[in-house]
Each structure stands twice: as structure tokens, then as C-alpha cells.
């Protein structure tokens, strides 16, 4: 097989990325807030009640965990005879027995307000609370592969959003890492504020940037968005394709990809496409290059090194599986499988365009990617 870093498709195709279920039920594009009233799309639905209605989104972890801790943060910035207490006090019942109060009207009508002041000061409030607060876990040394007076790189877990699901009580890599600032440096409220540099996908493990001040996050989101940062992943593949019979050679895979809503799941959820013919490429597909080579080989795996070069959403993993080598667990994109729960997939080195920092900046692959390796008969070389 030849390799090429010009052709557009030197990887032989199959087609394993898959479509939603035909007869798929069409979901809803956008609801009514049941706070404020505004129309949100499905796609920003999350986001925004985790500012207005926090209750709505999780009822349980709300009562757990993020009503003591919106009340102790209004009382901290206001006191309790101020208005944004009594506002607060009603939406989200802060006192003993009391019920919640969804509607931003009804509160309004309670305290003789205007029913969008009402709105403002609930999202405001909710906005200013401490990030990682009543932190589920937290980051040791381990979970650091740097760390200067401007920015963290998190060894991110597995399973552990990049960024905030919800506003409050989050369990983000961003809120964990605001957590890890307040007790390392002993700040206390809310001045500690996360900023992410780039994004990984769920389930991905790997090098994370997460920045302290908005300045610096602005100059590292210039760099990967100039294509500055060079990165490696790792990825545990099944070997369907002729691309596993060459090993150590650099290969090229350069189809577009198209981003497509999935009717047979939640609102705002998607799955991406590889279009095989690129003369044939819809309007709203997008060009999407990866470099790869095989790293190790066993009877029916891989260990693929993947090089993006522009940073689509999913680019990896769907590239990979149209090349006839799908990620071990990726159940989106052609592999489940019952060694590994999540795609194998590990966000391995970041190389910054900087001399102030290592090269490369390198987080070790997690035990649950080591092992699904091993069970295959892959070992994994850390170093």
C-alpha cells in the first residue's frame, strides 16, 4: 500500500460510520424555558437551564448538592435582606419546608418585580457561584502533566466532561481543576475561573489545557485554531482494513466530514460522517486531514498513532473507522466491544510553539487503555 501526505484518500474505504436507526423518532428543535420563558434550542438547552433552572435539569443533584451552595454564595456576595436573597430565597427555596418557585413570573408576582429582572438576577446569581465546589473527586499529582502559574494540563479521565454539564456542583476536568487552584493557592469565592482551550470528547482520556485567565486562553485557543499545537493519539483499533498490513509507515486520511443530527437519541445529539468521494461532499462538509501510523500489531489489533491536523469534532475516531481500523468500544463509529468500557482512544502528547514549555507535554495512558491493550496481546510503551 502506498502512503502519501497529498493524496485525498490514500486509505482503502469501508464504510463503518453509522447512520441513526431508520423510523427514528424526530426530536424536538426548541423548547420554552419554564423560567424565563425564552425559546432555547435543543442544542443549547443544557446550558441554559443549568443557569435558570437547575432544578429541572437534575432534581436530585439540586437538592443534594446545589441549592446550599447557590444560597452561601448569594449570602456571601449580598446578605440575606438584599434583593437578590429574596429572589433567590423564592426560585429556589432556601428556606426549611419551602418548594421552588420555577416560574420567573410567579416569583415576580410574589415580590411586585418585573418578571425579566427577575431572570437576570436568578441567572446572575447562579453564574457567580465558586466553581469546583462539592467536587466528587479530585485531581492528585498524577492527574497533572504540567502545570505553570498560567495554565494546567490535565491527564483527563475517561468519562469526565471537558467542560461544565451544569453550572453548579459540576464534575467537569475544568471544575476539578479550579478545585486542585482553590487548594493549592488557598483562594477562596469566586475568583478562580476556568478557561478551556480546546475540547476532548467524553470518553476520551488524555492531555487537557485548562487555563486561569482569559488572556491566556485567548493566545493557547490561537494556537490550536492556527494549527500551532501539534498532538498525538493513541488508539486501540480492530484491523479491518488493508491500512493494518504496513506498519511504521506515515499514512494520510483526508475525507471530509459532515456533522449530522441523531433522531434515535436526546435532543442536541449527533454523529459525524466521512464522505468517501470527496468530489461528491455536500456544501456543509468540512475538509478534515489525520496523519496515522501503526505503532504495535497483534492477530486482529492495532495500536494506532494519529496525528490531526485540523480539528473537526469526532475527526479520529471517524476517519479511523472509514480507513477499516473503527476504535476498540466505540459503539458511534463500528467497534463495540466488551474489553474496554468507552472507545480507546488517549489524547497522548501536545507540542506547544513555545520553548518556555517541555517537548512534547506527555500524559500516560490510563490502566483501563493498558489493559484493554494487554488483552489483545499489545504492550503499551509509556515512555
Not at 170 to 179: L, M, N, Q, T, Y
Request: charged letters at 30%; aromatic letters at 6%.
Amino acid at each position: 500500500m502506498r502512503s502519501s501526505h497529498r493524496a485525498r484518500a490514500v486509505i482503502p474505504a469501508s464504510r463503518s460510520t453509522r447512520r441513526p436507526r431508520d423510523g427514528a423518532v424526530a426530536r424536538v428543535e426548541a423548547e420554552k424555558c419554564p423560567h424565563c420563558d425564552a425559546v432555547v434550542r435543543a442544542r443549547a438547552w443544557r446550558s441554559h437551564l443549568s443557569l435558570c433552572a437547575p432544578d429541572v435539569l437534575d432534581g436530585a443533584h439540586f437538592e443534594r448538592v446545589e441549592r446550599e451552595v447557590i444560597r452561601a454564595s448569594v449570602k456571601r456576595r449580598h446578605g440575606e435582606r438584599s434583593t437578590s436573597y429574596a429572589v433567590c430565597a423564592m426560585r429556589f427555596g432556601f428556606a426549611r419546608g419551602s418548594e421552588p418557585v420555577v416560574s420567573a413570573r410567579a416569583v415576580a408576582r410574589a415580590l411586585r418585580m418585573d418578571a425579566r429582572a427577575v431572570a437576570r438576577a436568578v441567572r446572575a446569581e447562579v453564574d457567580a457561584t465558586p466553581w469546583g465546589l462539592e467536587m466528587d473527586w479530585t485531581l492528585g499529582d498524577d492527574d497533572i502533566a504540567y502545570e505553570d502559574a498560567t495554565m494546567t494540563v490535565v491527564n483527563k479521565r475517561a468519562g469526565t466532561p471537558s467542560t461544565p454539564r451544569r453550572r453548579v456542583g459540576d464534575d467537569s476536568a475544568a471544575s476539578a481543576c479550579v478545585a486542585r487552584w482553590r487548594t493549592v493557592d488557598g483562594v477562596q469565592g469566586a475568583s478562580l475561573v476556568p478557561y478551556v482551550a480546546h475540547r476532548l470528547d467524553l470518553d476520551t482520556s488524555g492531555a487537557l489545557v485548562i487555563c486561569r485567565t482569559s488572556a491566556r486562553a485567548k493566545e493557547v485557543q490561537g494556537w490550536f485554531e492556527n494549527r500551532r499545537v501539534e498532538k498525538t493519539y493513541w488508539a486501540l483499533c480492530e484491523a479491518r482494513g488493508d491500512a493494518s498490513d504496513d506498519s511504521g509507515e506515515w499514512h494520510t486520511i483526508e475525507f471530509p466530514l459532515v456533522k449530522r443530527a441523531r433522531d434515535d437519541a436526546e435532543p442536541g445529539t449527533f454523529f459525524v460522517e466521512a464522505v468517501l468521494t470527496p468530489e461528491d461532499a455536500p456544501e456543509d462538509a468540512k475538509p478534515a486531514t489525520t496523519l496515522f501510523r501503526i505503532v504495535s500489531k497483534s492477530a486482529a489489533h492495532v495500536l494506532v498513532e494519529a496525528r490531526p491536523k485540523t480539528g473537526r469534532t469526532h475527526q479520529i475516531r471517524t476517519h479511523l473507522a472509514a480507513a477499516g481500523l473503527p476504535i476498540v468500544g466505540d459503539t458511534i463509529y463500528g467497534a463495540p466491544s466488551d474489553i474496554i468500557d468507552r472507545h480507546a482512544l488517549h489524547a497522548r502528547t501536545l507540542t506547544f510553539p513555545s520553548d518556555e514549555y517541555p517537548v512534547p507535554i506527555v500524559a500516560h495512558p490510563p490502566d483501563d487503555f493498558k489493559d484493554a491493550c494487554a488483552s489483545v496481546g499489545i504492550v503499551v510503551d509509556i515512555v
